[in-house]
């Protein structure tokens, strides 16, 4: 059965915070990681509109395009490479105001301007990143880091 979401329209921290218990409610009970990041996506892209939201897995010391929402992406990124491969060698949340400027970028879309990738850990590794991309040049903060963290823990 399909769960419904509530969409807020109050400042950001209040969208994240009013999200976070749905998404919580949403994964909780399914033990399906992919399930839980085809679901997260959507969430995300549906509050937010954001320009390409999506997960890669760490497979075979790459990561492989996972669960998306928008435009047709990258498949595979070497450790080390791009904002997300940097991420996941960097075991850090980046958030990048302008990917033109982030050095190694993959430009996966010419509409890409600004670019946040947050590592999945479990057991201490990261099994994948979070990565959200927007149209917009510094659009993501500390607020947007601080609350998709306590998302892609949620998995």
Known sequence: ???TLTISTGDKATQYRELLPQLQALVGPESDLIANMANVTAALKTQFGFFWIGFYLVKDEELVLGPFQ???ACTRIARGKGVCGTAWAQRKTLIVPDVEVFPGHIACSSLSKSEV?????R??????VLDIDSEKFENFDDIDAGYLQQIVSLL
Do not use: K, S, W
Request: glycine content about 12%; charged content about 20%.
């Open 123 to 128: 057991d201490g590794e990261v099994i994948a």
């Open 1 to 3: 059965m399909a769960e």
């Open 70 to 72: 928008g435009p047709v």
């Open 117 to 121: 990738v947050v590592p999945v850990f």
